[in-house]
């Protein structure tokens, strides 16, 4: 029996745990998830751990994206260019680091956004600053994206995404902007994609938005998980806007990280089953790509 911690901070929901638990067992997997909340001072030396044979590696969950990136021996091409990682999977003594949320967002992204990727907008606001919302301007640059406004309530840490990418963002606009209406107003008139990372929502039946602003974009895809439709999501759909939740995202990012972690195709449907259990949906009501 392999072990594989859940590496984070705070556990709002175990949806990660639940849906590799049951793809695991369904694969008769001898891996055993179990949680590890760590303050970021004690995370370098629960990385360390993660050396020994008795692990398959780790799941990293929030605060821990970002400095994990920095304490594995080499990374996948989504986790250097997002400067963040989701995934450390073991190999011998040596750990690699993954970023599966990169994953996650080209399959929300893809799930609204025209199926040729040449008449996708070129225009984006990004709500928070984490290691998710890396993930989303990782793919947005990668996509062709030329201008990109990512918003956070603590100016800096948008500024410090904004500073990561500045090398390969060169050729076009990326910005970090106060978390302000009238900022939120100007950049939202002119994008035609919004994405939430920022974790409002989550947690309770609130937007990120106020609710009196004219417009939201054409796209919106709001990686919220817990509910089906967010008060984001409703308040676009009235201004004829195209959405999606985090249910697609999800599941995309659990499945690659099933695949990495081993090298075997992941149960798509056992997995979206513990999903829709987990958090207390219909299975119909769990969205996918191609629904």
């Known amino acids: 029996m392999q072990r594989l911690p859940v590496i984070g901070q ?57 400095r994990a990136a920095g304490m594995a021996n080499a990374l996948s091409d989504d986790a250097r260019v ?24 080209r399959a929300g992204l893809a799930s609204i956004m025209p199926r040729v990727q040449g008449k996708w907008p070129r225009q984006a606001v990004v709500l928070g600053a984490g290691g998710g919302a890396r993930a989303v301007v990782a793919v947005l640059i990668g996509s062709g994206f030329q201008r990109i406004a990512v918003f956070n309530r603590h100016l800096h840490k948008a500024e410090a995404v904004v500073a990561h990418f500045a090398r390969s963002a060169r050729h076009l606009d990326l910005r970090a902007l106060p978390w302000h209406e009238t900022f939120l107003e100007v950049e939202l008139a002119r994008a035609r994609l919004l994405v939430n990372a920022s974790g409002i929502g989550v947690e309770e039946s609130a937007s990120p938005l106020p609710a009196e602003l004219p417009s939201i974009g054409l796209f919106v895809l709001d990686l919220v998980l817990n509910h089906s439709s967010t008060p984001l999501m409703r308040d676009a759909q009235a201004h004829g806007a195209t959405v999606a939740n985090g249910h697609a995202s999800f599941l995309a990012a659990s499945a690659e990280t099933f695949l990495l972690l081993t090298g075997q195709q992941a149960p798509a449907d056992v997995m979206r089953a513990a999903l829709a259990v987990e958090l207390g949906l219909p299975e119909e009501g769990i969205a996918v790509v191609g629904d």
């Open 10 to 66: 705070t556990f709002a929901h175990s949806a990660v745990e639940a849906v590799q638990r049951a793809a695991f067992e369904a694969a008769g997997l001898p891996i055993a998830i179990e949680r590890w909340e760590r303050r970021p001072h004690q995370l370098a030396a629960s990385v360390a751990m993660l050396r020994d044979a008795a692990f398959a590696g780790a799941l990293i969950a929030a605060p821990h994206k970002e």
């Open 82 to 105: 997002s400067g963040a990682a989701n995934l450390i999977v073991r190999d011998g003594t040596r750990l690699r680091g993954h970023n599966t949320d990169v994953d996650g967002v």
